[in-house]
Nanobody
Framework: QVQLVESGGGLVQPGGSLKLSCAASGLSFVRRVVAWFRQVPEKEREFVAAIAWINEPTRYADSVKGRFTISRSNAENTVYLQMNNLKPEDTADYFC??????????????????WGRGTQVTVSS
């Protein structure tokens, strides 16, 4: 069974940090782009960051540049999102997603064929 499982979400105060993980089972991240998206109720899913198979290139939404870092461990078949200096507007459900093998980096959710169920991040004092 193909699964992407996110973990690491939670409640954090403004200015705090969280590290999200996306672990794959039944699917290899080899040659796939993996991305993080986020969504709040009644809004469209928003691109956060993406990383190619060989670490570069990476791409970030302007709203998270300088604060979030995406990385991957191909040996562990896991992708991470380190989130620093969190703001209340970062509050959302965070989803990881993977493309088909060989696809390029994209911020378009339609380019991603496999999705996790999400992990909730709440930034509040």
């Amino acid at each position: 069974q193909v699964q992407l499982v996110e973990s690491g979400g939670g409640l954090v105060q403004p200015g705090g940090s969280l590290k999200l993980s996306c672990a794959a089972s039944g699917l290899s991240f080899v040659r796939r782009v993996v991305a993080w998206f986020r969504q709040v109720p009644e809004k469209e899913r928003e691109f956060v960051a993406a990383i190619a198979w060989i670490n570069e290139p990476t791409r970030y939404a302007d709203s998270v540049k300088g604060r979030f870092t995406i990385s991957r461990s191909n040996a562990e078949n896991t992708v991470y999102l380190q989130m620093n200096n969190l703001k209340p507007e970062d509050t959302a459900d965070y989803f990881c997603a993977a493309t088909a093998p060989g696809a390029g980096v994209s911020s378009d959710p339609a380019r991603y064929s496999t999705w996790g169920r999400g992990t909730q991040v709440t930034v509040s004092s």
